[in-house]
């Protein structure tokens, strides 16, 4: 081949030159959409960090907010008690910037205490006369109109145990609150109240905080939660531990134990998010001796050899998944978990004392007190992080050491390592009743939430994600401070949640004021024996079911009673929007509801009509107004129905597992009634059904039907289809595509027609036309043997005189039968018959449908 001729022409060249230049540019925005990818989803004030300079350092930021160094022993936090029922301090809160330009932020008592430990009794009162020494224009990198964040409130809006401005406080990048979390609290100002209550700065706030009397023995902590900023400031070193004292009098083993408390930070390690995934997401800290990147040097515990000691954790961290392990010489060792979430295993109703575990996971919020055993002289000992996979757009949080744990006779009591503490001596036996028998209380009903995230800008893939927890049914919305609730229960109830992860990350459930237990993971049983506030609902992983938990919530207590909120706790997610409020009336007039159905037996997402009546308990009569969700086997069906002179009516398409489930009807109150669930009513749901509209064709085309199947939503067994066409459809023939599949879904039924056409009765059936036309070609095929050298007249005589004869000659034998038309498939409305046949047998499953085809 000539070699010029591979070269293009120049118009080519520049079309290939502009293409080139095309690709390139898709491949550089992948490139970066990729790298976006592997740190995750990345919320507005996230986005903000990475695009902020760092701020000037300041080498005397320990003067203000005071940290370790790397490497060094670990300390106890400083402690604070409560004498004769009330433990009453002076704090402040105070922000410095450090050498590596990030914001410190810190709690500080007037006498130069750090982050203490707040220490209290059942029943105590805890009196913090609060100061926001904040700077008025402190700057964080986080946006102050970040959606949610404005609001505009009046009086009525919170309850209050204070007068002070800040219960309906002013947003702003300075203010600050205090959420006592896990505590049950009264959700009002002035106790643990988040949403309204805003302290801005300069501004002094008097907390009154009133313990139960029931509240459970364990681990707690304080942190700051003014919606848009609480990574910031938490992140930013202000937490500390809040521990309700007597755990030994539920658990009288661990009388006289040496008892240590770590307290887990993380912090903003810069421009990690612009980094490989082999940086951490962010660092970590022990009691502010910081574990950073990429040395990772551990801090140093040092204990006596051999001994059992009670450790409190609590994972502080605005962010940082830990799965803790204790290992000795390489080796995970067993403790023994005696309280999760400040509750007691040994106050459950599993009558366990403990849990033996050798990984405790602690997602942000979470904490866990168990029982170690020392190490031995000479063992190498080490508390460590494990590598844990928050999925494709989550968090790296890698595997990392956070301590050695050195071992030393005597050093418990030398002046060197303050860290110890001990329980007392003495226990006096005592129940637990807050919580008590939370897994065989009757739920009044229900409900189903799911979390999930979007794009702020969908057609940019580096656009900010915003962050939704909704119930199901709502419409997904970013939080905002001055919403209605999204969920309204009445005090002394019980309810069931199943929270769903839709989102390619974890997600961690965390509700204020109250705790509940996890009863189901993915739909199946678990006897977790934990009371909890705090759970991790693992990423989907793009396909199949939504990793799910199944938890009971109690809202039994009245001191309850008011508006808090639940929420995604990585802060980055709940600053980004991930929160929604629950209002907790007080017990109001009972009230009865009942349900029909217009059909026992469904076949799946075949239409029913359910009704729901609904009326006061006492006299019968309709007055309860609200909304009644109709539910099967306790999942939502349809949207919530408003009640119209008592009764809720609602037309749908409904699914479920196959067989017979309960359908049920769920009223959620109002004002004046409390909650009420119907009694169940049998539905029977079938393997699968096939529907099909049939479909109209012009005679000679291919009819072309759809065929809908529907499988119940655990059916996952593959259906064959086949076809079958009455006698009277002639000259036809039909198929299925495809010829079978697995779950729900639309196969195609085509039916191929024959039109009309000429045909002869005799034995050759040449119709005559075609002997004519045979004759004629005949003539055509002598004419171009004739020589050339013919004539133009002699030529077409020949042909004429040829082709003459020749269509004699055909039409002769042609005609020597009588000419006919075949019809082809006759015009009319047929009946094809489709059947889905599943499994094979005796235990063989079959559906028919009936497809009108209608040729035209």
Known sequence: MNA?????????????????????????????????????AISEQDLAKRSTPAATGSDTADQVCARFTTGSVVSAPPELRSQNGVLEVTMQFLATTDSQGLLRYCYVTNTGLEAPTLRVNPGDQLIIHFQNNLPANLTPPTPADMAGMNMTLSAKDTPATSTSSACNGTMSAAATNIHFHGTNVAPVCGQDEVIHTLIAPGQSFDYKVQIPANEPPGLYWYHPHPHGFSEGQVQGGATGALIVEGLQNVNTSLA?????????????LPNSELNDTNIPAWD????????????????????????????????????????????????????????????????????????????????????????????????????????????????????????????????????????????????????????????????????????????????????????????????????????????????????????????????????HQIHFQVLEVNGQPVNDPAIRDTVDIPYWNGSGPYPSVKVRMDFRDPNVIGTFVYHCHIL????????????????????????????????????ITLTANVADAAT???????????????LNVGNPVPLVNGKAVLSTPINGVVGTSNLTAFYQGDATYNESLSAAIPITISTFALSSPGTTAPLGSAALAPINVDVATNYTAPIAFTCAMPSSLTESACFVNPNSMTGTGQASLTVNTTPSHPLSSSRPKTPGWLAAGGGTTFACLFLIALPRRKTRVQAMLAFITTAAFTAALFMAIGCSGSAGTAPGTAKGTYTVVVTGTSGTGASAIQTTVNVPITIQ
Do not use: C
């Open 4 to 40: 010029a001729r591979n070269v293009l022409p120049r118009s080519n060249r520049v079309l290939s030159s502009l293409l080139l230049i095309l690709f390139s540019a898709l491949v550089l925005s992948a490139n970066a959409q990729q790298s976006h990818l592997t740190h995750g």
């Open 256 to 268: 006289g134990l040496t008892e240590r408390t770590f307290v887990l930070r993380d912090q903003l």
């Open 284 to 511: 970590l800290s022990i009691n502010y001796v910081p574990v950073t990147y990429p040395g990772y040097t551990p801090a140093v515990i040092q204990t006596n050899p051999g001994q059992q000691e009670l450790w409190r954790v609590a994972n502080t961290g605005a962010d940082t998944i830990f799965n803790l392990q204790y290992l000795v010489n390489g080796t995970p060792q067993p403790v023994q978990i005696v309280a999760i979430d400040g509750y007691p295993i040994a106050a459950g109703s599993s009558g366990q004392q403990s849990e033996s575990e050798t990984s405790v996971l602690l997602p942000p919020g979470s904490r866990a007190e168990f029982v170690i055993t020392t190490p031995n002289l000479g063992d190498k000992a080490q508390l460590a992080t494990q590598y844990w996979n928050t999925g494709p757009d989550g968090d790296f949080d890698p595997a990392r050491p956070i301590a050695n744990i050195v071992s030393q006779a005597g050093v418990e009591n030398s002046a060197v390592t303050p860290a110890a503490k001990h329980l007392p001596s003495k226990a006096v036996a005592a129940k637990v009743t807050r919580f008590a028998a939370l897994a065989s209380a009757t739920p009044i009903a229900q409900r189903n939430l799911y979390f999930s995230e979007t794009l702020l800008d969908p057609t940019n893939p580096l656009s900010p994600t915003t962050f939704f927890i909704t119930e199901v049914g709502q419409t997904p919305t970013v939080f905002t401070m001055d919403q209605p609730p999204n969920i309204t229960v009445h005090s002394g109830t019980v309810e069931d949640w199943v929270v769903e992860n839709r989102a390619e990350e974890d997600h961690i459930f965390h509700i």
């Open 572 to 607: 980055e997610h709940e600053d980004g929007g991930m929160m929604g409020e629950i209002l907790v009336l007080p017990g109001g007039s009972a009230s009865t509801t009942s349900a029909a159905a217009s059909a026992t037996s469904v076949s799946p997402n075949g239409n």
């Open 620 to 634: 019968g009569a309709a007055k309860p107004t609200g909304l009644v969700h109709f539910e099967l086997n306790g």
